[in-house]
């Protein structure tokens, strides 16, 4: 059953309007997912839905029965919509980021860890590639997009809800408990000492990548003992670096693949 909703001073509209704002979103621990798909993939992947919002006269085409689903009259649910054809349905979904250092590293055998990625379609492409390639988790700094920024949702799509994301507050704490942990610290440098493809991972990676503008900090640099480059062949400088994240994360892959492969004597 919906409550229909008309007006834009009403509460339910106007804490979801607030939630297109970082400060609220952080303040709430909550963030919002729109369209059909994002929605459905949400709740499908066990998301903590908190409610739903519905434009009048749209049709939903799965199960909302356990849920709180508000209808809003076209007017008002179009300022509310973030995107140029809006599909007419919003969650407001509650989260909550853990730190790295408070985290269990168990069941990790390959981490991610962001240094100041700021635009949201990198991040969300990145989000994607890490749940396609076998990423176990994502680390973020403060400096980073927020994650749940809607443009990064729409664009991690389910993956958002696949792969868990911790925030580092402690790059010095943080680092000593993965090599603690076994885990090779692999940079990515445009002078690194060797090429992605010939490089050895070993069983425990965190794959360090950094700033779109500006690469890996020398804070951070600082931490990762080993620094590998992507081989160019063309006369581009760089790579976007969603992209040399997904190459990376391949290039992992493939060297755990093959070890397992000659540890079983496959050919």
Do not use: W
């Not at 973030?82 to 599909?87: C, D, E, P, R, Y």
């Not at 993956?159 to 603690?180: A, G, H, L, R, Y």
């Not at 640099?221 to 994240?245: D, H, Q, W």
Request: charged share 20%.
């Amino acid at each position: 059953m919906s409550l229909r909703i008309e007006s834009s001073s009403n509460s339910i509209y106007k804490h979801v309007k607030k939630l297109q704002s970082k400060s609220a979103r952080s303040r709430f621990n909550q963030y919002i997912a729109e369209g059909k798909r994002c929605v459905s993939d949400a709740i499908s992947n066990g998301a903590d839905v908190e409610y739903l919002v519905v434009c009048e006269g749209v049709k939903i085409d799965f199960d909302t029965r356990n849920l709180r689903v508000y209808e809003f009259a076209p007017k008002i649910f179009d300022s509310l919509s973030l995107t140029v054809n809006s599909q007419g349905i919003v969650a407001v979904i509650n989260y909550e980021l853990e730190t790295i250092t408070g985290a269990n590293l168990s069941g990790i055998k390959t981490a991610v860890y962001l240094d100041c990625i700021t635009d949201p379609g990198n991040m969300g492409t990145i989000i994607r590639s890490c749940d396609a390639l076998g990423a176990d988790a994502i680390i973020i700094t403060k400096g980073c997009v927020d994650i749940f920024n809607p443009k990064v949702v729409r664009s991690a799509m389910a993956s958002m809800m696949n792969i868990p994301v911790f925030v580092d507050d402690n790059p010095d704490e943080s680092f000593s408990i993965f090599k603690t942990n076994g885990f090779s610290v692999v940079g990515t440098f445009p002078t690194g000492d060797t090429y992605s493809c010939n490089a050895s991972y070993g069983d425990k990676v965190l794959l360090v990548m950094g700033n779109e503008a500006n690469g890996i900090s020398d804070e951070i640099s600082k931490y990762c003992t080993s620094r590998v480059k992507i081989p160019m062949f063309g006369r581009a400088e760089s790579l976007n670096v969603a992209t040399a994240l997904t190459v990376m994360l391949y290039e992992i892959s493939r060297g755990k693949i093959c070890k397992n492969s000659n540890d079983r004597g496959e050919v």
